[in-house]
């Protein structure tokens, strides 16, 4: 059975730069056919696709933060890592990673078959 678990720390101060990792039981996150991404929800809002990270490596961004978000992976420890730079209140919501295929030639668009229960990040000073 695949699992995804996200950690990290849940407050952050504006300015700050947040890691979270994903660590992913039950498959490989180097398998081809799969994409590994982070996607966010606001308080009220819809789901943002945030990046992905393929089973080559290669890395996709939402143009919204390409400049901001960065995608890493420790294939020895099945995880995948999210770094967002320069933190504001409006990056405050939950976070999950997931796993997808893509639907859309420039891998901007996945649809999702795992996903993690997600991790509150507050931003605030």
């Known amino acids: 059975q695949v699992q995804l678990q996200e950690s990290g720390p849940g407050l952050m101060r504006p300015s700050e730069t947040l890691s979270l990792t994903c660590t992913v039981s039950g498959y490989p996150i180097t398998d081809s056919v799969y994409y590994w991404n982070w996607i966010r929800q606001p308080t009220g809002k819809r789901l943002e696709w945030m990046g992905a990270?393929?089973?080559?490596?290669?890395?996709y961004y939402s143009p919204s933060l390409k400049s901001r978000a960065s995608i890493s992976r420790d294939t020895s420890k099945n995880q995948f890592t999210l770094q967002l730079t320069s933190l504001t209140p409006e990056d405050t919501a939950v976070y999950y990673c997931?796993?997808?295929?893509?639907?859309?030639?420039?891998?901007?668009?996945?649809?999702?078959?795992?996903r993690g229960p997600g991790t509150q990040v507050t931003v605030s000073s």
């Open positions: 997931a796993r997808g295929v893509a639907v859309s030639s420039d891998y901007t668009e996945f649809e999702y078959d795992y």
């Open positions: 990270i393929a089973g080559s490596g290669s890395t």
